[in-house]
């Protein structure tokens, strides 16, 4: 069965760094560009950063650009997201997705998402 | 604000059909980016409900169906249920951009 479970989410103080990861198992995990999408409460989606299958393409939205770094490991089958510098409007729940689609980008497979909670 | 528009709600009665319109401009939707929709539950994760503007991935009902023409696209959903209520966004990429962009989301509300 294809999933994505992710974890690492938390209550984290404006400044501080997390670490999301995301465990993938029931495909080809290396074939696959991921991303991170995360949804501030009661508001819509936004792509954080994706990541190619060889980590050779990396892209961050403008709003975590060198505050946030995107990894995977294929061997272990996971994703990961360094959260550093926290700003409260980064207070969300961060899910991880497949990109499926082989022209744009959209996401069939997504885990059920990790909390952060960035507040003093 | 959104670089795609959704409306923020939409309504209809069992049975019924409806539709949610996306619109966007000529660097994303209008530039032949595909759009791609997802439902979302309350407390769940989105779902993938059409791609590539009009495919429906395997398991989604055949009451789901999506269009584009233009600068903007289209959710319908006919015989609504119940089980419709969520919110609804839809997905392109825009090359000004050069990022992938969501709709602000719709909520259809099942009367």
């Known amino acids: 069965q294809e999933q994505l479970v992710e974890s690492g989410g938390g209550l984290v103080k404006p400044g501080g760094s997390l670490r999301l990861s995301c465990a993938a198992s029931?495909?080809?995990?290396?074939?696959?560009?991921m991303a991170w999408i995360r949804q501030a409460p009661g508001k819509g989606l936004e792509t954080v950063s994706y990541i190619s299958g060889s980590a050779d393409t990396i892209d961050y939205a403008e709003s975590v650009k060198g505050r946030f770094t995107i990894s995977r490991d294929n061997a272990k089958r996971s994703l990961f997201l360094q959260m550093n510098s926290l700003r409260d409007d980064d207070t969300a729940v961060y899910f991880c997705?497949?990109?499926?689609?082989?022209?744009?980008?959209?996401?069939?497979?997504w885990g059920r998402g990790a909390l952060v909670t960035v507040s003093s | 604000q959104s670089v795609l528009t959704q409306p923020p709600s939409v309504s209809g009665a069992p049975g019924q059909r409806v539709t949610i319109s996306c619109i966007g401009s000529?660097?994303?939707?209008?530039?032949?980016?595909?759009v791609h929709w997802y439902q979302q539950l309350p407390g769940t994760a989105p779902r993938l409900l059409i791609y590539d503007n009009i495919n429906r991935p395997s398991g989604v009902p055949a009451r789901f169906s999506g269009s584009k023409s233009g600068t903007s696209a289209s959710l319908a959903i006919t015989g609504l249920q119940a089980e419709d209520e969520a919110d609804y966004y839809c997905q392109s990429y825009d090359r000004s951009l050069s990022d992938v962009v969501f709709g602000g989301g719709t909520k259809l509300t099942v009367l």
């Open positions: 000529n660097s994303n939707i209008g530039a032949r980016y595909d």
């Open positions: 997705a497949r990109d499926w689609c082989s022209s744009t980008s959209c996401y069939d497979l």
């Open positions: 029931g495909f080809s995990f290396s074939t696959y560009y």
